[in-house]
């Protein structure tokens, strides 16, 4: 019986300010709420909550046997606990049907596995605990940031005792195997790899509603007949994607939430298909090769140039400054801090830093622009740290110096 595994990323971060030069250790105010509140409302009404409707009538109308799994970041949770609860409790209906699991990730949607192991495996803990505490579910299976993966990253996984990891099905490394199979790391059989199949969850992530694809229209009936032509001895079929596919990348008006409402019932036609949660699939099946990944790999690559995150040298120069502070944050032992500093590690910042992703943003903005607004507050919050540093020495030395008066007299 073969598996088909469907999962949803789910992310925002937080809306930066124009930051100009002259806010510089003047203006300490780095977000627009005005713009989270639009960008929240925005997903929430056009994107999750109903597809989140339609993916419970289909678990209920289906008896359970559908079942899917949700990696939402912690700072997305927050932002809808702040202006959208209403989400908030559309997604603990969905937890409270046993058939939706929801992934460990890292809290800000983070660039820390590339930088910083320590930050990295603190995140992956701060967002486990959120999960728990919001739909009473201790992740037990990781996704990385855009499926960023290697063998090093994976190690560090294990040592949080999690026990399998979503990645990207790459060719060069698979060689003449499949992705729709289960995978160990090397050295650790105890960790599992679970395959994107990407042709497939592409067909429906980019392709669907295209009128140039060859395949067009896609219907559900159709898809569905893609996945039974697989041989019976198929393990898993893995379907990763950016929830935004339903109703913000392919709006309402394609079809796309008709086509989410019939696949269930289309994938189920077939007695030798079943849907399984990541953790269901790693219970049920047992990895049958070794995926070793030594460089690193993500979701968006097909070649050595892995990493879109710092193709320029804005990327580069930004991600390497907000990763030089990371001493100057710890040693302040200031929560609020701490906080920010994960905050400005959203690996969004940086993709819009790319000339080529302009359409992913305002168009009016352009990538240097981003870039001088970003580095402009990583300079104020780097003076403030410092300043707060020098002031905590002179408290420190001042209470040293009246502690010595106190004993000479």
């Given at each position: ?6 999962y ?21 105010c ?6 989270d ?7 929430a ?13 289909q ?26 609860p209403?989400?908030i ?39 486990a605990?959120l999960?728990?505490?919001?739909f ?7 996704r ?5 993966h290697?063998?090093r ?39 599992v ?18 009128p ?9 009936e ?13 393990e ?19 079809g ?9 019932a289309?994938?189920?036609?077939n ?19 070794v ?5 690193t790999?993500?979701?968006?690559d ?11 040298v804005?990327?580069?120069n ?23 500093w ?54 420190s030395?001042?209470?040293r ?9």
């Amino acid at each position: 019986m073969t598996s088909v595994c469907l999962y949803f990323k789910v992310h925002r971060p937080y809306s930066l300010k124009k930051y100009l030069s002259k806010d510089i250790d003047a203006c300490h105010c780095y977000e627009d709420s005005g713009a989270d509140l639009q960008s929240i409302n925005q997903l929430a009404d056009e994107c999750v909550l109903p597809a989140n409707e339609i993916i419970y009538e289909q678990i209920i109308g289906q008896k359970g046997r559908f079942r899917i799994s949700f990696s939402i970041s912690g700072v997305l949770l927050e932002l809808f606990q702040r202006y959208r609860p209403d989400v908030i409790r559309s997604f603990k209906k969905l937890a409270a049907t046993g058939c939706v699991e929801f992934l460990a990730e890292t809290w800000y949607h983070s660039l820390s596995s590339l930088h910083s192991p320590a930050e990295f495996q603190r995140q992956i803990t701060k967002h486990a605990d959120l999960i728990n505490e919001l739909f009473g579910m201790q992740p037990v299976i990781f996704r990385n940031t855009e499926l960023i993966h290697n063998n090093r990253i994976a190690s560090l996984i294990s040592e949080l005792g999690l026990k399998g990891i979503l990645c990207e099905g790459v060719e060069r490394i698979l060689h003449d195997r499949h992705c729709n199979q289960l995978y160990a790391v090397p050295g650790n059989t105890d960790l599992v790899l679970l395959l994107r199949n990407a042709a497939l969850s592409d067909d429906i992530a980019f392709r669907f509603g295209d009128p140039n694809w060859s395949e067009h229209p896609l219907t559900a009936e159709k898809f569905a007949g893609w996945l039974h032509q697989h041989p019976a001895n198929t393990e898993v079929i893995n379907l990763f994607m950016d929830y935004e596919t339903f109703g913000i990348h392919k709006k309402k008006e394609s079809g796309i939430f008709d086509f989410l409402a019939s696949l269930p019932a289309a994938v189920l036609s077939n007695d030798e298909f079943i849907f399984s949660t990541p953790s269901e699939v790693i219970e049920q099946r047992f990895p049958g090769d070794v995926y070793d990944v030594t460089k690193t790999i993500s979701w968006e690559d097909r070649s050595n140039a892995n990493c879109v995150w710092c193709e320029n040298v804005m990327q580069n120069n930004a991600l390497k400054k907000i990763y030089s502070i990371e001493k100057l944050v710890s040693q302040s032992a200031d929560e609020r801090a701490m906080d920010m500093w994960g905050r400005l590690q959203a690996a969004d910042y940086f993709f819009y830093m790319d000339e080529s992703r302009k359409k992913n943003i305002n168009p009016s903005v352009t990538p240097r622009e981003i870039f001088q607004h970003y580095t402009n507050i990583v300079a104020d919050f780097e003076i403030s740290l410092i300043k707060k540093e020098i002031e905590a020495k002179r408290k420190s030395s001042a209470a040293r110096r009246l502690t010595f008066n106190i004993l000479q007299n």
